[in-house]
């Protein structure tokens, strides 16, 4: 079946320390891939997206993702956490309608201590 | 400018009674989505307009969920009656305009939390 995977439901990182959330999706052909955050009481707010070209994309607030083809991957990744990116993050999928119609993954909360 | 904004942010009613979700989308926008989070699992698309149409209403889970969208500006989800299992966030996003997707960043409303007791 389609879905997006995000293995990781809960993750603690210390302030200033490197963060990597994981995605993986099973669509047979490369979808439109997001990451969204949600920090408390705010609507979902879109940090990148990748629809072709460069794997690499860069988004707002210093975060990165890596679209792997060969893993079916696109890792959110960011070199330093700051206490303010403890939020909830969601990695989507839109499987190609060009719709906006996303396919979301659970979500992994992220906590930063200090 | 104003963003997507949804009334109320939370609602609590009993099972068997009926309960309105409103979404505004951000003005000139075409599009609008009603999303669902369920408790501890994904958010789960459940339709889109196009203006005041259904564009797609795939993901609406059952005849006890009515959204409309007046003359294409803001739109309603009724649930009636409500059950249990309806409780969840319900989010609405809107987008300016559908195909090219490089134009058409959906933006979220905080959402509407509603408890079914």
């Known amino acids: 079946a389609q879905s997006v995977t995000q293995p990781d439901i809960h993750i603690t990182v210390s302030e200033g320390a490197s963060l990597e959330l994981r995605c993986n999706y099973s669509?047979?052909?490369?979808?439109?891939l997001f990451w969204y955050v949600q920090s408390p009481g705010q609507g979902l707010q879109l940090l990148l997206k990748y629809f072709s070209g460069d794997t690499l994309v860069q988004g707002i607030k210093g975060f990165e993702a890596e679209f792997k083809r060969s893993q079916s991957s696109f890792n959110l990744r960011k070199p330093s956490v700051h206490w303010s990116d403890a939020a909830e993050y969601f990695c989507?999928?839109?499987?190609?309608?060009?719709?906006?119609?996303?396919?979301f993954g659970t979500g992994t909360r992220l906590l930063v201590s200090p | 400018e104003a963003g997507v904004t949804q009334f109320p942010s939370h609602s609590v009613i009993e099972k068997g009674q009926t309960v309105t979700l409103r979404c505004d989308p951000i003005?000139?926008?075409?599009?609008l989505y009603w999303y669902r989070r369920v408790m501890g699992k994904e958010i789960k698309f459940l339709l889109h307009?196009?203006?005041?149409?259904?564009?797609?209403e795939s993901g609406m889970p059952n005849n006890r969920f009515l959204a409309e969208r007046t003359g294409g500006t803001y739109s309603t989800l009724k649930v009636q009656p409500a059950e249990l299992e309806d409780s969840g966030v319900y989010f609405c996003?809107?987008?300016?305009?559908?195909?090219?997707?490089?134009?058409?960043?959906?933006?979220f409303g905080q959402g509407t939390r509603l408890t079914v007791v």
């Open positions: 669509y047979g052909a490369t979808p439109y």
């Open positions: 989507a999928v839109d499987p190609n309608t060009g719709f906006q119609k996303l396919v």
């Open positions: 307009f196009v203006k005041e149409s259904k564009q797609d």
């Open positions: 003005s000139g926008h075409d599009n």
């Open positions: 996003a809107s987008s300016l305009r559908a195909g090219g997707l490089m134009n058409t960043e959906a933006f």
